[in-house]
């Protein structure tokens, strides 16, 4: 046993912590040996005395009697103002909980209003169109034909080696467009079509899964290709199409519209 | 035959601390009453050991359990004990409120007002008493003018015979820090008692001597 030991465990020492018996003999027999360290153990001493008198002389202190009482009234003031049940932490971190997903909830549909928004504009403008188009199943009483009998060219103006028959337009939504008469009818009287015509090869029985009429605009020009006339002044000009777009994505049939 | 609420009170006494602030923060004023009388003598002690105040002592034991009240949920079983925990918003009101109030050391009327209140022994003799009273209040000077982070340590370690761990717990330090800031404490105790013990001592053991042991 050294000073340098001796000082780190004096305290426990004199204070009565639990220690070693051989590190108590040691400090004991070191305090003997050294006048300092002997000294320092008797301050030491002196000093956990006084402290444990001025403990002794508090130990009977409490706070006043009437703190209880006054505390009991605040509890009491406290139940009658907040509930138990409001004061536990619990449903506060509901309310946050709740909250934080109304806030969550309302971003997202903000977010999906402004997506939409857009959608809904491309759709009404693109609604007079649909309209315009000649989508005979949206008619009343038959589904397809709006175009008059005069106008329609007959099978034998097709192109030689194609099928004569005219595929019907099928819709991939099967409810009926609800479209005022009175527009029904400026356009059947405003536009004339032909019948449809199969393109290449492909099964015009395959649309009756579905399918889709795209307004396209072709080359004049084209119109020979299906036998029809053309009229060789306004050669370069294009002229409105419908196409038949089935299910599988490729044109089924076309026909002209004037 | 016990009664109801007689076996209530009873059924109390034998609660935990937590199971009485469980109670207390679900609404049973009698569970409060129970954990106060439990423990506002060693939040009182320790607030007036440090503050050298009664009147800060008595603000401050009220704050501590009225925050028990507002605030109790907080308390966490796995960080300590009730006592632990409430030593250790006593703390940090002292701390507060002395700072507040630039009060690093006991106002002298208070300081003589409290010490009608510390009672001696009845068995000592006068002059055993007046050492001893004269012994403590050099003590409780000492401890008063200790830097406040020595100061906790030697009210909660050497006053209120709090262990180590829950020191540490209580001052949200590692337990050699305890060690180490006891260890300087004392140290600057002894400095400031060494003049003033020496000469007590050498007079008392004279006049000791010579009343005491005629």
Redesign the interface.
């Known amino acids: 046993m050294n000073c340098q030991k001796f000082e780190q465990v004096v ?1 426990d020492l004199v ?1 009565g912590r639990m220690m070693e018996a051989d590190v108590r003999a040691g400090v004991l027999a070191h305090s003997e040996e050294c006048g300092l360290c002997s000294a320092r153990l008797r ?2 001493g ?6 444990q ?3 002794v ?8 009697p009437e ?2 009482l ?3 009234e ?3 003031q ?2 009658a103002v907040v ?2 049940a409001a ?3 619990r449903p506060r971190y509901w309310w946050a909980a709740v909250a934080a997903v109304l806030l969550i909830a309302m971003t997202v549909a903000a977010m999906w209003w402004r997506s939409a928004t857009p959608q809904q504009e491309v759709a009404r403008e693109e609604a007079p169109k649909k309209i315009e188009a000649p989508k005979q199943v949206v008619a009343p009483n038959g589904p397809r034909e709006v175009a008059p009998k005069e106008a329609v060219l007959n099978a034998e103006n097709v192109e030689p080696g194609r099928s004569a028959v005219t595929p019907r337009p099928i819709r991939r939504n099967t409810k009926p467009r609800q479209v005022p008469e009175t527009q029904l009818a400026n356009h059947v009287s405003n536009e004339i079509a032909t019948d449809f015509m199969p393109l290449g090869d492909l099964n015009p029985a395959s649309l009756q899964d579905g399918g889709q009429i795209v307004r396209v605009k072709v080359r004049r020009s084209t119109l020979v290709r299906f036998g029809l006339p053309v009229n060789m002044e306004r050669y370069n000009e294009n002229v409105k199409a419908d196409v038949l777009v089935g299910s599988d994505g490729l044109a089924h049939a076309i026909r002209f519209v004037q | 035959m016990t009664t109801g609420p007689n076996l209530r009170m009873t059924q109390r006494n034998d609660l935990s601390d937590n199971d009485l602030l469980r109670l ?4 049973d ?1 009698e569970a ?2 129970q954990l ?2 439990r423990r ?2 060693s ?3 320790f607030a ?2 440090m503050s050298g105040s009664k009147s800060i ?2 603000d401050v ?2 704050e501590v ?2 925050f028990l ?2 605030e109790g ?2 308390f966490d079983p796995a960080r300590g004990s009730v006592g632990a925990f409430l030593l250790g918003v006593a703390r940090n009101y002292v701390l507060r409120r002395l700072r507040v109030e630039h009060l690093l050391s006991p106002l002298a009327d208070e300081h003589e007002e409290e010490q009608s ?4 022994p009845a068995d000592l003799c006068p002059l055993e008493d007046l050492t ?1 009273a004269e ?2 209040e ?3 000077k000492a ?1 008063l003018s200790l830097p406040a982070k020595y100061r906790e340590v ?1 009210v909660l370690c ?4 709090v262990s180590y761990v829950e020191t540490a717990e209580i001052l949200g330090c590692a337990i050699g820090t305890v060690r180490s800031r ?2 300087r404490a ?1 140290a600057l ?2 400095s400031k ?2 003049p003033a ?1 020496s000469v007590a ?1 050498a007079d008392s053991a004279s006049v000791k001597s010579a009343r005491c042991f005629a």
């Open positions: 305290g204070r301050d030491e002196t000093l956990t005395r006084g402290l008198l001025l403990a002389d508090t130990e009977s202190l409490s706070a006043p703190m209880e006054k505390l009991r605040a509890f009491r406290r139940q509930p138990p004061t536990s932490a | 207390m923060l679900a609404g004023e409060l009453a106060y009388r506002q003598a939040v009182y002690r007036l050991q002592a008595e034991t009220q359990f009225l009240m507002r949920q907080v209140v510390f009672q001696a001893r012994t403590i050099n003590v409780r401890v030697v050497e006053l209120q015979d006891l260890h004392r105790l002894l008692l060494r013990e001592d």
